[in-house]
């Protein structure tokens, strides 16, 4: 129960899920969302109740369904060096996440009952935001046999993934799509063909020529699109595609979804707004896989936002150790944070009207829920009340120092965005607020 009640008043509510776009009053009690309305009523039934109540006006302020984000590293368990559940889970609910999917390339992976089971009781105790476990879809992530598939969906896990390799034996993964179906999840697909980007840096050609580096060819990942979109047209599996990159790779998924494959897709807000020259700035922190792509794959990402083929845009969140990013381009790990610079980045392709403000929030919140079939990420009546109150005018810089994730890897330090979000609630329960913007709002009823 929670020990207090909320009225959030005067805000633009923006809820993709109910189809809401405007000023909103939105009532939540014991932690789920009993009312939303155009005015201040439920306030007076309220006070004939005589229950403590925090009234919030939220004038100038946006309120959105919790955001989710389907694609997360928590480094969990066995790489806290790098993150621990709670640095990752404030870092999720700083940024307005209130739901999250943690992929299994931890130490060791979950690909078992037992590390699932451990998991989940550090979850219950340490995360302050919603944590949905992925379990691998091969022991040990080494692509040579099925991890127990059943045993830990049982477990809870929502969703199948190798993420960080790919399942090489095409018989292998059209038996974990099969599997997958049986059973009622979405595989996960890191598409990457591994015999094409083996030792490679960054996105093959000019950059990498002059870097001195090994180059990943685009049809790393477009081999590996084909022939996983044909296991889903053959299997009827629901494949879920990771980090979608290459304009021929978001092609085939726009086709495949006209033939009624099973099929989603998510992409990475750095693949939408850098391309393959960032690295030549950023060096290590622009350094990810699949890498960053020529601008026209960049463009055609944006149109996938705009035309609804992309159904999520996750973080991709990889947190690393100061150290291990500060190795030369070529030893340096893969990967970028994002849980706290997603919403600030999507709202910059609404600055510059590549997308709509109501289909960013979509793509941030009941997109992704769906695609993984979450309880989540709308702010319907009855639901649970997960949500965000953000400023939408506050311009900041991005300072990777202040970022509550341990890690600092990230390729947005130093913008200048708009959007801060100041408070984000899980269930009821206010779990990250900005006191300071937020106290001369307040009033207690």
Not at 108 to 114: E, G, H, K, Q, Y
Request: aromatic share 4%.
């Amino acid at each position: 129960m929670s020990t207090s009640d909320f009225l959030f008043s005067n805000a633009l509510l923006v809820d993709p899920g109910t189809g809401t776009f405007g000023s909103r009053d939105l009532l939540v009690r014991d932690g789920r969302i009993v009312e939303s309305a155009p005015s201040l009523a439920p306030y007076q039934q309220w006070k004939r109740e005589e229950r403590p109540l925090e009234i919030y006006d939220l004038t100038g302020y946006s309120l959105f369904p919790g955001l989710v984000d389907i694609h997360i590293h928590l480094r969990v368990p066995g790489q806290e060096h790098k993150e621990t559940l709670v640095s990752g889970t404030q870092a999720a609910a700083a940024g307005g996440f209130t739901s999250v999917l943690a992929m299994p390339n931890t130490t060791p992976c979950l690909d078992r009952s037992s590390v699932i089971r451990d998991l989940k009781k550090r979850i219950a105790s340490e995360a302050v935001v919603r944590v949905y476990p992925v379990g691998a879809i091969t022991r040990g992530q080494k692509g040579r046999s099925l991890a127990p598939l059943e045993a830990l969906r049982w477990e809870g896990v929502v969703a199948f993934s190798d993420d960080g390799r790919p399942v090489m034996n095409a018989c292998l993964a059209r038996q974990a799509m099969q599997k997958a179906l049986q059973i009622g999840c979405p595989t996960i697909s890191h598409c990457e063909d591994d015999h094409l980007a083996r030792g490679g840096v960054v996105q093959e050609g000019e950059i990498a020529e002059k870097l001195g580096v090994k180059g990943i060819p685009s049809a790393a990942e477009d081999v590996m699109t084909a022939r996983d979109l044909a296991l889903a047209w053959d299997t009827g599996a629901h494949l879920h595609l990771a980090h979608v990159s290459t304009a021929r790779s978001l092609e085939m998924i726009r086709k495949a979804k006209d033939r009624g494959i099973r099929v989603t897709a998510e992409v990475t807000p750095h693949h939408l707004v850098l391309d393959e020259k960032a690295v030549l700035k950023l060096g290590s922190n622009a350094k990810m896989n699949p890498p960053l792509r020529p601008e026209e794959d960049v463009l055609a990402l944006q149109e996938g936002l705009r035309d609804g083929t992309v159904d999520a845009v996750a973080s991709d969140h990889a947190p690393h150790h100061p150290d291990e990013k500060a190795s030369s381009l070529a030893e340096a790990p893969f990967g970028v944070i994002g849980l706290e610079t997603t919403l600030p980045v999507m709202l910059s392709l609404v600055d510059q009207e590549r997308i709509g403000l109501e289909r960013a929030i979509e793509l941030l919140t009941v997109g992704p829920a769906r695609a993984m079939a979450l309880d989540a990420g709308t702010l319907q009546v009855g639901r649970q009340a997960d949500l965000v109150i953000v400023d939408p005018d506050r311009t900041f810089r991005v300072d990777a120092r202040s970022f509550r994730s341990k890690a600092r890897n990230c390729p947005f330090d130093g913008w200048s965005v708009r959007g801060r979000t100041l408070l984000t609630m899980v269930g009821g329960k206010v779990v990250h607020e900005e006191t300071e913007s937020l106290k001369d709002r307040i009033t207690r009823g």
